[in-house]
């Protein structure tokens, strides 16, 4: 079983920056890949960025790439999005995901563990 929380979600000025960590535990938790997820009122649940955790590829959604960027601290079980630039169309739910294989990172349907989610609300 693998367990993920999610913080640092907030209230933020369009133009500003915030960091979210996804803090995990479990005995699979450091394989696989780890995904970043939002869900904006309305719309349904979409992919924001992955990172195979062992073979460490990224792939980012067109629309936060360059903008978004996923890191990660083995030591600490923690994955992070830091994100700049931010516009009110990111505004959304923010989840972690965990899947254990990365062929398909972008889609939800592989990820078989999930955080509560963080709310990113950015302010025009």
């Known amino acids: 079983q693998v367990q993920l929380v999610e913080s640092g979600g907030g209230l933020v000025q369009a133009g500003g920056s915030l960091t979210l960590s996804c803090s995990g535990s479990?005995?699979?938790?450091?394989?696989?890949?780890m995904g970043w997820f939002r869900q904006a009122p309305g719309k349904e649940r979409e992919f924001v960025g992955a990172?195979?955790?062992?073979?460490?590829?990224?792939w980012y959604a067109d629309s936060v790439k360059g903008r978004f960027t996923i890191s990660r601290d083995n030591a600490k079980n923690t994955m992070y999005l830091q994100m700049n630039s931010l516009k009110p169309e990111d505004t959304a739910v923010y989840f972690c995901?965990?899947?254990?294989?990365?062929?398909?990172?972008?889609?939800?349907?592989?990820?078989?563990?999930w955080g509560q989610g963080t709310q990113v609300t950015v302010s025009s």
């Open positions: 990172v195979h955790w062992n073979g460490g590829g990224y």
């Open positions: 995901a965990k899947g254990s294989t990365w062929y398909r990172y972008y889609d939800e349907k592989d990820y078989d563990y």
């Open positions: 479990g005995r699979t938790f450091g394989t696989g890949v």
